[in-house]
């Protein structure tokens, strides 16, 4: 219902008829197919629009033969992950930190971020030893925990990149406290909030060898035997069950492909998130853009965003960055992914652009996200043309946070059409050194302020925004009072 309740309030407010271009001469668009490499199918499936492989997470290149993440696998079977419950090889969080801070290091472009926070203090290990140092004759190609940590790793208390660095010889890179040495890089111990004070051990010591990496081995306080904490989309006390609900988007893959650890792998022919494409468009002139919008009917596109961009995979393990709280994105993408009166596969006829930023993945509730969403509309940007056409005022991009957009640039406030949980509009806002003196964090008439959980779990407002919306409606639309934090 979200979804649906959301497409209609969407169109109702944003004005988007006021976008339209005159309708074009002659519609100039035919359906094309522009092929992938020969072997992308192996692990991947062909996204026939762009002519791009798409590629479960950690893997590149045209048939994604290549593994960018392998340093974060303990194994080829590992899922791979930047998390900091397992302690990693260095050179994993380095790789890590070229994903997930694409801005640099600069203190609100990374390390004000979910994952930029905690690697700022994470201790991490080279393969090498305390007395020789980092060994040069071994590549540091894996995150296998070794079966002898205290004779074949070195420690460091953070990677070079978040002091500004290139390479392990600073200083201030040493790990002070012995104490966090085998333990979770996310264990502060000064922070009784920040606590994960299990004992990191070698696959070798689980059952099963957590299924040949679909988990890391752990021993926990009090516990007299380590176990598998498994892996995003693995479960069982090996860890060698698959789990599809990690393809919260479509747990069936459309029934065109196979969920494997947040990605659905899809048959040919079939592409995108839940394998909900199979159809490609093309302008008949190449390079033209053809409008083909119609007035009459709404039509909504989703953009298609590799894994280094956007993709719906873990981030921390065992928390897997997703909260019951805020998972209105994800009923909304179920929903959406399943309309096919309103999704549309031809973006020459949308009316309304989603961008699936994933915001939630990289920010999670306290954090800005707009450096996220910045990255991927940096990147549909390049890719296709109509961001520009309209300068975003058809996009439209959940900011499911807790402060949504209040914290944003100008400029992103300005441009794309924002969903969020949070919506405050009021000029002059000192709340909370919120910069925006003209309208704060949204415009009532373009922005939307929707549930950020299920229906299901309880009443879909809280009675005060109930009654704050009738008031509304009594009086024609307007706002009776000024929105305030009280
Ligand atoms: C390592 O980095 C430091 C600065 O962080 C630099 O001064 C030094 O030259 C570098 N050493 C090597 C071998 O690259
Ligand atoms: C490992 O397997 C043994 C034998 O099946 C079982 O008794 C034990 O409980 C398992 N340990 C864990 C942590 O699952
Ligand atoms: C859209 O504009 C940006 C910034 O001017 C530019 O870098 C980009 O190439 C443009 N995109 C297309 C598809 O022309
Ligand atoms: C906002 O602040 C400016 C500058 O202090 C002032 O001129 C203006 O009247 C204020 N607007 C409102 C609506 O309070
Ligand atoms: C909210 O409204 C519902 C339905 O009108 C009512 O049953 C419930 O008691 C109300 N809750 C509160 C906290 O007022």
Redesign the pocket.
């Known amino acids: 219902m979200l979804a649906r309740d959301a497409l209609v309030a969407l169109l109702l407010l944003t004005g988007f008829q006021t976008l339209y271009a005159v309708e074009n001469l002659p519609v100039r668009v035919v359906k094309e197919r522009k092929p992938c490499s020969g072997g992308c199918g192996r692990r991947g499936h062909c996204n026939y629009e762009e002519g791009r492989c798409e590629c479960p997470w950690g893997y590149i290149g045209p048939s994604c033969e290549v593994d960018r993440m392998a340093v974060c696998r303990q194994t080829p079977d590992d899922p791979g992950s930047c998390g900091f419950i397992m302690p990693k090889n260095c050179e994993c969080y380095r790789e890590c930190f070229r994903l997930y801070c694409r801005y640099g290091t600069d203190t609100n472009k990374c390390a004000n971020q979910m994952w930029g926070a905690d690697a700022f203090d994470a201790s991490c290990w080279l393969y090498g030893s305390e007395d020789r140092g980092p060994a040069t004759d071994r590549p540091q190609d894996s995150s296998l925990y070794p079966k002898n940590p205290e004779q074949e790793t070195v420690w460091f208390g953070r990677i070079p990149e978040m002091i500004g660095g290139t390479n392990y010889s600073g200083e201030e890179l040493k790990l002070e406290d012995p104490g966090r040495r085998y333990k979770s890089p996310w264990d502060r111990p000064w922070l009784v909030w920040h606590r994960a004070d299990n004992i990191a051990k070698p696959l070798s010591m689980c059952n099963n060898t957590c299924a040949n990496g679909r988990g890391f081995c752990i021993q926990r306080p009090g516990s007299l035997e380590p176990e598998c904490s498994c892996h995003f989309g693995f479960k069982g006390p090996d860890c060698s069950e698959e789990d599809p609900t990690t393809c919260w988007f479509s747990p069936t893959c459309s029934g065109r492909g196979q969920c494997r650890s947040g990605f659905c792998h899809c048959h040919d022919g079939s592409w995108g998130w839940g394998c909900h494409r199979s159809v490609a468009y093309h302008p008949a002139t190449p390079g033209a853009v053809p409008d083909v919008r119609s007035k009459a009917r709404l039509k909504i596109y989703i953009y298609e965003l590799p894994w280094e961009i956007a993709f719906p995979f873990e981030v921390q393990e065992e928390i897997h960055s997703r909260d019951n709280i805020y998972t209105g994105y994800e009923q909304f993408m179920r929903y959406f992914l399943m309309d096919d009166s309103v999704r549309t596969e031809n973006p020459y006829e949308a009316n309304l652009f989603y961008v699936p930023a994933l915001a939630y993945f990289y920010a999670e509730n306290v954090r800005n996200s707009q450096w996220q969403i910045k990255a991927v509309i940096?990147h549909i940007?390049?890719?296709?043309?109509f961001?520009?056409r309209s300068g975003g005022r058809d996009h439209f991009v959940f900011m499911p946070g807790d402060r949504a957009s209040c914290h944003s640039d100008r400029w992103l406030q300005d441009e794309i059409i924002k969903v969020v949980h949070f919506g405050m509009q009021k000029k002059n806002l000192t709340w909370l050194g919120i910069e925006n003196k003209d309208y704060g964090c949204i415009q009532t008439k373009r922005d939307l302020v929707v549930p950020s959980r299920s229906v299901n779990t309880g009443p879909l407002l809280p009675n005060t925004t109930t009654s704050y919306y009738q008031a509304m409606e009594r009086h024609e639309r307007s706002i009776p009072s000024a929105t305030s934090p009280t």
Do not use: A, T
Request: glycine fraction near 0%.
């Open positions: 940096d940007r390049q890719q296709w043309p961001y520009n």
